[in-house]
């Protein structure tokens, strides 16, 4: 076990039993001519996101940490999106934009779209796991519960967009399957007024989860490596 430091208070986590989950690091949410753009969001917290994410994997992968990345995502019919019964028809941003702009049907989140695609600076290596999504958790109706369970994951290190959705709801019903749900707050990135994001951070330090920062994470594996040679 190694012991990270953590909002409220520090954890100890087995890095064997832990996993990165990089939540919808997706041009959609990240690049300019994305969804997020689009739709006038300020995405400039991506950037500095995005370089945390980098460290962040790399000292994950040297330590043989699982990475999972997940990816909204929906099938060019739309026949996995929902129909106009469902509430994810309703408010979902990409659909509801492709409604409202004639030009941009097809173009957001469609699988194998420049939009869904992750973005360039985190593309997944061979041995990282991707799992599609076509809702705001990653644990809706898709694999990642059974991929962490096989796995005897149980602990969650959680990167992406958007700090205050998708991350969000991740996260919640990590704890509610009784993982342990860390967020890396520089690593992520949230929509709309600053506080969304302060509000996520405050019900996962004090509810939810841990509050933790890429430098944390990479000192405590650096720790842990110097330790191992020592012993």
């Known amino acids: ?6 909002r ?13 989950v990089v939540v919808d690091m997706q041009n959609a949410f990240a690049s300019a001519g994305g969804m997020f753009d689009l739709a006038g969001f300020d995405i400039s917290g991506a950037a500095p996101a ?22 909204m995502s ?4 739309l026949s996995d999106a929902g129909d106009p019964s469902s509430p ?29 695609r992750i973005v360039d600076a985190l593309k997944p290596e061979p041995s990282d796991q991707v799992i ?27 990167t992406g967009v958007a700090t205050n959705i998708c991350v969000d709801a991740t996260a919640r019903d990590a704890y509610m399957l009784e993982f342990w749900p860390i967020l890396v707050e520089d690593a992520i990135n949230h929509s709309g007024p600053d506080f969304n994001r302060q509000s996520t951070l405050w019900n996962f330090e004090n509810a939810l989860g841990w ?5 944390m994470v990479v000192e ?12």
């Open 1 to 6: 076990m190694l012991v990270l430091n953590a």
């Open 8 to 20: 409220p208070k520090p954890l100890q986590i087995d890095p064997v039993r832990t996993a990165v």
């Open 50 to 71: 995005i370089e945390a994410n980098k460290r962040l994997l790399a000292a994950a992968r040297k330590a043989r940490m699982a990475v999972v990345y997940l990816q």
């Open 74 to 77: 929906y099938r060019p019919d």
């Open 88 to 116: 994810n028809y309703q408010k979902e941003l990409g659909m509801v934009l492709m409604r409202e702009r004639p030009e941009l049907a097809g173009r957001l989140l469609i699988d194998d779209s420049w939009d869904w």
């Open 132 to 158: 599609r999504k076509s809702r705001y958790s990653g644990f809706c109706k898709t694999g990642l519960e059974a991929y962490l369970r096989a796995r005897q994951i149980r602990y969650l290190l959680f």
């Open 211 to 215: 509050v933790t920062s890429t430098d």
């Open 220 to 231: 405590a594996l650096q720790r842990e490596a110097i330790e191992a040679l020592t012993t």
